[in-house]
């Protein structure tokens, strides 16, 4: 028997995991998967949207929110398989994905290695490249920085550079949440996810082989994934279309709630119905 609501645990291989699950049965399934260092709620906007037509889930991410972080070595194989084990524990054999950032990371790397799990796919400020020498070493100096100085010092500098310039003065309430979901990951979390990130491998190769339909979307202001980076996804998904969004930095879904809804709306709409 499904449970509806918001913050629900489950056990999913030893493995405590938090969702919220809103909508009808009988319905198509969208999959939400969250950013890093962010929970579940950074989605609240879009299930609210959604959940009259379809059954909208989102899930912390192992380590995250609160879901559990395990006794595993994080990497985005692992949070791939543990979305993979999440949805035959709930025994959804088939759903869309729309993930941002990490998601992103975690999306691209389920549809690949599992494509008969997923209709569609929805890409949101994220990117197919792995890091360079240049990037994995600043990675590094963020973990030490952690350890060294703390997760507040580390929301402050992660904030800059998330949001678009204008969002510093109209989404003071959006930064407020996601500074908190941030304040709340613990040290572990974030410097093994962050090892997770330097060591994952690149998926653009891999995305000639993608084969359902795909949006990607991005904020025209995104200086963590800028458009260029999805540009080249969009180019090499078959049946992908790209928006760029106005207003919006790395955190597209919350910056510009109302236009990224929209065109997901019209995307979800094309591929059910």
């Known amino acids: 028997m499904r449970e509806a609501g918001t913050d629900i645990k489950i056990i999913v291989n030893n493995l405590t995991v938090c969702y ?17 260092p962010f929970n579940k709620f950074m989605w609240d906007k879009q299930v609210k949207a959604f959940k009259e037509n379809y059954r909208v889930i989102a899930y912390d991410v192992r380590g995250h929110g609160d879901s559990d972080a395990g006794t595993d070595k ?28 990490m998601g992103g990371y975690i999306a691209l790397n389920a549809v690949y290695n599992y494509p008969d799990r997923f209709d569609a796919l929805i890409l949101c400020d994220t990117n197919c490249i792995a890091d360079t020498s240049e990037v994995k070493e600043k990675r590094i100096k963020t973990i030490e920085s952690i350890k060294k ?3 507040e010092k580390f929301a402050e500098e992660s904030i800059k550079n998330l949001f678009a310039p204008e969002s510093f003065s109209t989404k003071k309430e959006e930064i407020a949440a996601v500074r908190k979901m ?8 974030l410097c093994e996810t962050l090892r997770a990130f330097y060591e994952r491998k690149e998926t653009c190769s891999k995305l000639i082989d993608f084969n359902i339909p795909t949006l990607v979307i991005v904020g025209k202001e995104d200086k963590v994934t800028p458009v260029a980076t999805a540009q080249l996804i969009q180019e090499n ?30 995307f979800v709409s094309a591929v059910y119905y």
């Open 237 to 266: 998904i078959k049946e992908s279309i790209l928006y760029v969004l106005e207003y919006a930095g790395h955190l597209s879904n919350l910056e510009n709630s109302v236009e990224f809804n929209n065109q997901l709306e019209e």
């Open 20 to 36: 919220n699950d809103e909508g009808q049965d009988g319905v198509p399934v969208i999959i939400f998967i969250h950013g890093f």
């Open 182 to 189: 941030i304040v709340n990951t613990s040290k572990k979390s």
């Open 74 to 101: 994080f990497s985005i194989d692992l949070f791939a398989k543990d979305l993979i084990n999440f949805m035959d524990e709930l025994k959804i054999d088939k759903a869309m994905l729309c993930g941002l950032s």
């Open 149 to 151: 100085n703390g997760v």
